[in-house]
């Protein structure tokens, strides 16, 4: 990918300017070229854009005056304005971010002990329209830059003081249905003069576009992937999740097999455990069927209260039921401890709206 082909309004008073964090590391190295620079001046620009998180070319002082004239010329470099922080009692927290077109998207930053998870957003709003999920309740504005994905993730960092030593993208948005965009945006990540994020330390969450799965099986990358299941019963799941019926379960499971056996990796299936609807001995027989047999392992993840969802939480002795009975199967499962519930920054919370606004 040399440019995320997203449209993104210029800034007033940037006539003929295009936005530099349309460009992933490959498209950083195309520019040198174009100003026929050797390949490493690409490293730099990587290194000040999002490793230093300079706020202006004329800062890349290692840069050759005509190059950094050139590139004043044609990009604008501004970083997402910081909206609004909420800080959780369990040491989570949300920032409400907003991008040079004054599109608004969020992201979480999740410390445990000297570590730092970060969960970003790949789009601004979601067209996926997850019955339990408040992200697709705005709609969906538009994909984000490569650049917007990867800054998220260094200025929540640098607010913490702390290295991100993982990312996931968990936030708003498909990131499949971004996929350039996204792959762009790890690449930055991972990139050693950008954040530096080990790639088995950076996950893909879809919520079952399975060309994307078999798209990312080929990637060089050892990025890992995650999969919204939240049920294998398929008239369940199409009512829970319309925006994939089109991929019906076989065809997705026949992926996440293929993604495993060629990858070697072992994708997490990620299931929002919702009372009376997917959390009968149906629907775990139907899930263990599923999860069965092949590399995986199940995320069960108590479903979070979402302003004008229909759902409710399971009781603790239900969650430890399906996981029990998973493990009796062989699958590997675990419970997720939900981090920064109390600011609304779970598993599905996300939205695109100040906090003092109505949702």
Not at 62 to 68: E, F, N, T, V
Not at 287 to 313: D, K, S
Request: some cysteine; charged content about 25%.
């Amino acid at each position: 990918m040399a440019e995320a082909s997203t449209q993104v309004d210029r800034p007033s008073g940037e006539p003929g300017r295009t936005d530099i964090a349309a460009r992933d590391p490959e498209g950083l190295g195309a520019l040198a070229v174009e100003h026929g620079q050797p390949a490493y001046r690409a490293r730099q620009m990587v290194a000040w854009l999002y490793g230093r998180l300079v706020r202006s070319f004329d800062e890349m002082t290692d840069l050759p005056g005509a190059l950094r004239a050139a590139l004043e010329d044609r990009f604008w470099l501004t970083h997402p304005e910081m909206v609004d922080i909420q800080r959780s009692s369990d040491g989570t927290r949300k920032y409400l971010w907003r991008l040079a077109d004054g599109v608004l998207v969020e992201s979480v930053g999740i410390p445990t002990d000297e570590r730092l998870t970060v969960c970003f957003s790949t789009q601004a709003g979601c067209a996926m329209r997850c019955s339990f999920c408040a992200t697709g309740r705005g709609g969906f504005v538009r994909d984000l830059l490569p650049g917007e994905m990867a800054w998220q993730v260094a200025l929540v960092a640098q607010d913490f003081g702390l290295r991100a030593s993982g990312a996931v993208a968990m936030g708003q948005g498909e990131p499949f249905n971004a996929y350039e965009a996204t792959l762009g945006g790890l690449r930055l990540m991972n990139h050693p003069h950008g954040l530096g994020i080990g790639a088995r330390h950076l996950t893909v969450s879809t919520s079952g576009v399975v060309p994307g799965i078999d798209r990312l099986a080929r990637e060089p990358e050892q990025f890992t992937l995650a999969v919204s299941l939240h049920s294998a019963v398929q008239d369940t799941r199409d009512r829970l999740m319309p925006g994939v019926r089109r991929w019906q379960l076989p065809r997705l499971r026949e992926a996440l097999v293929s993604y495993a056996e060629r990858t070697g990796r072992r994708p997490t299936l990620e299931y929002a455990l919702i009372a009376g609807e997917n959390d009968t001995p149906a629907e775990v027989d139907a899930l263990v069927a599923f999860a069965r047999g092949w590399l995986c392992h199940v995320n069960l993840i108590p479903v979070n209260p979402v302003t004008g969802a229909q759902t409710a939480r399971p009781a603790e002795a239900k969650v430890a039921e399906v996981a029990a009975a998973l493990r009796r199967a062989g699958v590997e499962a675990t419970v997720r401890v939900e981090r920064g519930a109390d600011i609304d920054a779970a598993c599905g919370q996300l939205t695109q709206r100040h906090r003092d606004e109505d949702v």
